[in-house]
C-alpha cells in the first residue's frame, strides 16, 4: 500500500478527533494583533481571540505560513517515505497555497502533490475528509488529486452572517452598508463558489431567519447531496447548531453529519456567531 500523508492548514476547521482520526498535519496560519503573534489554534482559541478583541478594541489580522514552514513538514514525511498530498484553504483567499507551491518548488519533489480547494473552513475539511476515504482505499497520491479536484467544483459552501461588525471593522463592508445592515438586523448568506466569496440571500431580524433561507436552499438540493458527509460549521453559535440539526434530522439523508468549531482565522473574518451548512454535490 502507497504511504500518503495528507496535509492541511489551521482553516479546514476540522475538530481535533476528526484531524487524529485520519492522521492529518496541521499546518498553522497566523493571527497577529499590532506586534503579537500567534499560531491559530495552537497559541490561541476562538474564546480567547474574542476576549482579546473586546478588552484591546482591535481587531486581528491573519497571515498565511512562510513557505519556510511548509519546507520543514513537507521535508519531514518525505524523508520517512511518503508521498505527500497537500490541500488547505484555496488560493484566492489566502497565500497560504502560494507558500506551499513555493516549498514544493524549493523541494523540487516529484512526491508533493498540491491540490487548490477553491474553498475554505470545512468546505475544505469535506475534501480531506474524502482524501482520507481514497487513502484508506489505497490510492496513491497522485490519484487522489485527480479524484480530488473532480470535486473541488461541486462542494457547497454557505454561511450565515450574525453580526456584521467584524465584515465591517476587518474592511471588509463600508460604513453606509454597515450602519443600514445593522438598522436592519440583516443576517446575509455568504456563499463560496468558484473560489471566491458572493452574497446570497439576506434574512432579517433573528439570525434563525437567515438560517431558514440557508436551508431551504439545503433542501433544494436534498437529492443531489453526496451522503458521504455534511458539515455544520459554526463561530460560538452552539444553539444555532442544534436547531440546524433538528431541521435536517429526517429531510436530508446524510451518513456522517459532523459539527465542527470555526478556528480563529475564520471566525476573524465572519465575526461571532456565524454558522454554515456545507456539502458535496453528487
Known sequence: MNKVKIISDSTCD???????????AIVPLYVNFNQESFLDGVDLDVEQMYDYVDKKKIMPKTAAPSPGAFVEVFQKYLDEGYQIIYLGIGSKFSATFSSANVAKQTLASENIFLVDSLNLSSGT?????????????????????????????????????????????????????HLVGGMLRIKPIIKVRDGLMAVGKKGRGSIKNGIDLMLNEVFQDKDEIDPDFMMITHSLADESAQYIKDQLKGKVEIQNLYETKAGCVISSHCGKGTIGVLYILK
Open 14 to 24: 476540522l475538530s481535533k478527533d476528526l484531524i487524529i482520526k485520519h492522521d492529518i
Open 125 to 177: 475539511g469535506l475534501l480531506l475528509l474524502k482524501a482520507a476515504k481514497f487513502k484508506e482505499q489505497g490510492l496513491n497520491a497522485e490519484e487522489i488529486k485527480t479524484r480530488l479536484e473532480e470535486i473541488v467544483p461541486k462542494v457547497r459552501s454557505q454561511f450565515v452572517i450574525d453580526t456584521l461588525d467584524y465584515l465591517y471593522k476587518g474592511g471588509r463592508l463600508n460604513a453606509l452598508s
